[in-house]
């Protein structure tokens, strides 16, 4: 009797939940919303894992998962738990799949100064050095094989000259080494970066370059080639034509090359909030796209043949759309453009066959397909911010469309331009709130005054400064440019003023801890739960921010001690936030990494052991430093190690400290919370060597 009634239980309550689920899905949502966030969950899953998980096993699971799913379709509730569990295991599958693909040789070790051979894809000159991306790299040592790209940096004398272009076959002689890794749990991780972008190496020229005859190639090398040439020479065009600095803005706008904007004038608009406009993505390709259909269709409507004849809007946005790819391929088709052109040629196809175009769903579509296809993007900054931006424009679009009762025709030209101020202000408020958390977890720092830069900057940039560039770039082959070369350099400088300006403003940057990845993915489920459920059940998804931010700011310790796996670096951090280094032989990539993740507003000090050292950090002898008034930290001459307590009793050695190749360290009274890189990396095709 007992076990019947809770059999009877357990059905009321699967019945409750189908019913819950039927009016949620037709009430406050739709299933293909939530098909690329079950995606994307797969897709998180799979690099988190510590292992490569069985490719096997992962097609196994989907097509039990799909045979399940058929045949509990006509179950409501069987049919989106299974269809559910089927989109997760695509994300796992998926990714695993591209990784396996890729295949990309990564060098384990560094290779001595050798004769290379490779052919030029890419030529970026940095205010510094000048740097060749070569492909189908060739090697005799340590045994003759070929690399799919690798990346070379030259300075001074051998640096190449106007004669060596992107296709000509190079040989010099260069050191290569390894992608670099992480150097501590939640750093940036470049070695996993260079995998999926098809780099096996970086290094650095030892001898002018000579170049050599190349082998016929095929149609599509020939393709590639000539538009890396094009693109190249358009480049070097904008530069010699503009000078600098903007001519540098100029190429970084056209050809995507941002190699010779100078580290000021990227700081400067990245304290400003404004460092989105220097990178190819959503606004360049949705302002190309708008401006290639504007000007067709005007041109169309001018002729009463056509205009009255033919559906001109449908003929404008395909001609656009043919425009906005060939704008995608001068720029280098970047991971954020190529997302960008999808976004934008969903919004035409729709014009095309008669839809609305900006819809959730069409979002939702862009983000499914593109995870399906990189699911490697995921894990890019620049995917989650060019998302939560979208998702979060629309999404607002979508709820403010349903409510307006009054069209535009309707008011006058006050009410216009005031209506046309508040959306970009409103506009750019909402997409400052919904990118800020992945800002701050991958940058460490926060932008207070995006939101009246990006009023000034975003508008110059979209109305005035690319429609200047695309008629400029359109006169170029008829030595028309330089009538535009003036009132560019005029319009260039307002937007660097606009940055400089606002970067120098009191608090203008404010740097934060990085958060856990509990409190990230809470926030992350709350935002789209704000964005994807419609009426006032969107408002739960507060509760899950709430905590998240809760978590964020109050419950994110930020580390004390700092340890390199080499242990060139071991950095401590005072109460003040300074940073110190009792080991002289440190990098400074290793330190400004341990200060962004310390979140200290203080500029790194390396205090020499003789001189004053804060209360909390005392000198003891030679060597021997007492932190936070519990652990003596010994560091000798050669840059060995050993963590103590006041009892004696050896908290971390030298050894345990190398094995951890990363370890940051929290101070908890007299015992320490160990956080190392080797538990984070794992054994994945892309983690460095043992």
């Known amino acids: 009797m007992e076990s019947f009634i809770s059999y009877h239980r357990i059905l009321s309550f699967a019945s409750l939940v189908e019913k819950s689920l039927i009016a949620f899905f037709q009430i406050y949502s739709r299933p293909v919303y939530w098909a690329p966030v079950l995606l994307g969950t797969g897709i998180g899953l799979y690099f988190s894992f510590n292992r490569e998980p069985s490719l096997w096993l992962c097609c196994t699971t989907i097509c039990i998962l799909a045979g399940a799913f058929l045949l509990l379709r006509h179950h409501f509730l069987g049919r989106y738990f299974f269809a559910g569990l089927f989109l997760v295991s695509l994300g796992i599958s998926v990714s695993s799949i591209r990784t396996t693909l890729k295949k990309t040789p990564l060098l384990t070790e560094e290779i001595s100064p050798h004769w290379i051979e490779g052919t030029i894809s ?3 000159d940095l205010p510094t050095h000048q740097r060749l991306t070569l492909e189908n790299v060739f090697l005799k ?16 004398r051998l640096k190449v000259n106007e004669s060596i272009l992107p296709g000509d076959r190079l040989r010099l002689k260069a050191a290569l080494m390894p992608p670099s890794g992480p150097i501590a749990p939640g750093t940036y991780d470049f070695r996993r970066r260079a995998y999926f972008e098809g780099l096996s190496g970086v290094g650095y020229g030892l001898s002018p370059v000579r170049k050599i005859s190349t082998p016929p190639s095929s149609f599509f090398i020939i393709i590639k080639k000539r538009l890396d040439l094009w693109r190249h020479k358009i480049t070097q065009k904008l530069r010699f034509s503009l000078g600098t600095p903007t001519g540098e803005i100029a190429a970084a706008l056209i050809t995507g090359d941002r190699s010779g904007i100078t580290t000021d004038i990227r700081d400067n608009f990245a304290n400003a909030g404004t460092a989105h406009l220097l990178a190819i993505s959503g606004l360049h390709l949705s302002v190309i796209a708008g401006l290639f259909f504007l000007i067709i269709r005007t041109v169309l409507a001018l002729i009463p043949a056509l205009s009255l004849r033919f559906p001109i809007k449908k003929w404008a946005a395909g001609m656009a759309l043919i425009g906005t790819a060939g704008y995608l391929l001068l720029c280098g088709a970047p991971l954020s453009a190529q997302r960008a052109f999808f976004m934008s040629s969903l919004v035409l196809v729709a014009i095309m066959i008669d839809r609305t175009a900006l819809t959730l769903r069409n979002v939702c579509l862009a983000a499914f397909i593109i995870l399906l296809f990189l ?13 939560a931006a979208v998702l979060a424009l629309v999404a607002v679009y979508e709820t403010l469309r349903q409510r307006e009762k009054i069209h ?47 009023l000034m900057a975003v508008p110059w940039t979209s109305f005035v400064l690319i429609p200047m560039l695309i008629l400029y770039l359109g006169l170029m082959p008829f030595n028309g440019g330089s009538l535009l070369e003036t009132p560019l350099n005029f319009v260039i400088q307002t937007l660097l003023e606009i940055s400089q300006s606002v970067a120098k403003w009191p608090g203008a940057v404010v740097l934060s801890p990085p958060t856990s990845r509990t409190a990230l993915l809470m926030l992350t489920f709350g935002g789209l739960w704000l964005c994807l459920v419609r009426k006032n059940l969107r408002l739960l998804g507060l509760i899950p921010a709430s905590i998240a931010l809760v978590i964020w700011f109050f419950m994110s310790p930020v580390p004390d001690l700092f340890i390199s796996g080499d242990l060139r670096v071991i950095a401590m951090r005072s109460e003040n936030g300074n940073v110190y280094l009792p080991s002289r032989r440190s990098g400074r990539f290793a330190r400004e990494s341990f200060q962004s993740l310390s979140a200290s507003s203080h500029s790194i000090t390396l205090p020499s052991p003789k001189k004053y050292m804060p209360a909390d950090i005392q000198y003891l002898e030679e060597g021997s430093y007492l932190f936070k008034g519990s652990l003596k930290v010994t560091v000798t001459n050669d840059v060995s190690l050993q963590l103590e307590n006041k009892e004696g009793a050896i908290l971390l050695d030298e050894k345990v400290a190398r094995d951890n190749k990363g370890t940051l360290i929290w101070i908890q009274g007299n015992k320490l919370k160990v956080k190392s890189l080797k538990d984070t990396l794992g054994s994945r095709p892309w983690s460095p060597p043992e």
Do not use: C, M
């Open 408 to 454: 535009h025709k309707d008011r006058g030209p006050l009410k216009r331009f005031s209506l046309y101020f508040l959306s970009v202000a409103g506009t750019t408020f909402i997409a400052t709130a919904a990118t800020t958390p992945y800002i701050v977890q991958t940058f460490h720092k926060l932008t207070l005054h995006s939101i009246p830069a990006n």
């Open 122 to 124: 890419k030529i970026e």
């Open 141 to 156: 040592y340590p045994e003759k094989r070929t690399l799919p790209a690798v990346r070379i940096s030259l300075r001074g």
């Open 375 to 387: 699911p490697e993007s995921l894990i890019l900054p620049s995917f989650q911010l060019s998302f």
